[in-house]
């Protein structure tokens, strides 16, 4: 009498393997000064899986905000890379979403997130890197300030202590701060970036370009307003010249692409390069954009995802992930999750 039910149990069985075997999980790293028990974040990551229908994990780093401030980016990524190689929900790959914060020095969560791609010897492959507002080609100067003499001077103190060994080991932001009219100390003073984006001459590591180039996707998301990157188009890897503050190079025109030092060129040829551009300030962005150009590709068909290679978005609505930290925090009582940007 038994028999009858072989059947519908063996395929209970199969749809429950098909399922976790297909479904790719993805985790998402916190910016600087942000982490995983902040509300803002944790309901960030919970509606992305229920978008997405994919299980997500923040993953937290050290002692969280205090730590993303004055804890070295490489021993911040080999923290997040140990961490990953021990979670078994990630051992046939993963998917990873980095995020910013609207700090004086930009989107630490995306540095960690490449460090994951190209450092993590043993961790499981990544197969999709979203990209929020992301420094990849740096950072250059002290946002919000403008030429006034203060800020001037203020530039100036910054760059003549920021390459300093004390700065770079206490200071995690410091890591990716790069001064196009000062290459040489760049090269030489700066522990994380020369390293992630392959720049330093004579030492340049296949294996980083390998890793990276073996993306399936690559979302880079610039904020049309960013006053926090500078310039924003570091977002796509775009920067300014060595040696001086103009003109901003497209990521095409930059060496790191043309020279193809980390795998971009490669990436982008395969068509596996996404320039998308909202309209809002850093980090704002909308609710529809997040479903658009987020969601997607954390689901399981993403590698046949059609997006055209650079896409302009121009909604109204804006979502600000900081100002909805602030909300689920309660500390914005009264105002709108949603706002309309004029």
Known sequence: MGKPHVLPVFVLCMLTYTWTTLSIPFIVLPGLGDECKNQGVKHFTELLSNWSGSQGYCIKIGDGSWDSWTMPLMEQTTIACEKVKK????????????????????????????GLVEFCDGGPQVKNFISLAGPHAGTASLPFCGSEWLCVLLDDLVKLIIYSRFVQEHLGPSNYFKIPTDIFAYINGCKFLPKLNNEIMNMKNYTYKLRFASLENLVLIMFEQDAVLIPKETSWFGYFPD??????????E???????????????????????????????????????????????QA???????????????????????????????GRQLLRIMG
Do not use: C
């Open 303 to 333: 590698s046949t995802i059609a997006l055209p290679k650079v896409v302009e978005s121009s909604s109204g609505w804006q979502w600000s992930l900081l100002s909805f930290a602030f909300e689920m925090a309660g500390l914005n009582e």
């Open 87 to 114: 979670m078994t929900e990630l051992s046939q790959g993963y998917n990873i979403v980095g995020l910013s914060q609207a700090t004086s020095f930009g989107s630490q969560g995306n540095m960690i997130g490449r």
């Open 243 to 252: 040696g001086a503050f103009h003109p901003v190079l497209p990521a095409q």
């Open 254 to 300: 930059t060496k790191l692409y043309t020279e193809d030092w980390i795998g971009l060129k490669t990436l982008d040829e395969a068509g596996k390069v996404k320039f998308i551009k909202v309209s809002g300030n850093h980090l704002e962005i909308s609710v529809g954009e997040m479903k658009r150009y987020i969601v997607p590709f954390l689901k399981d």
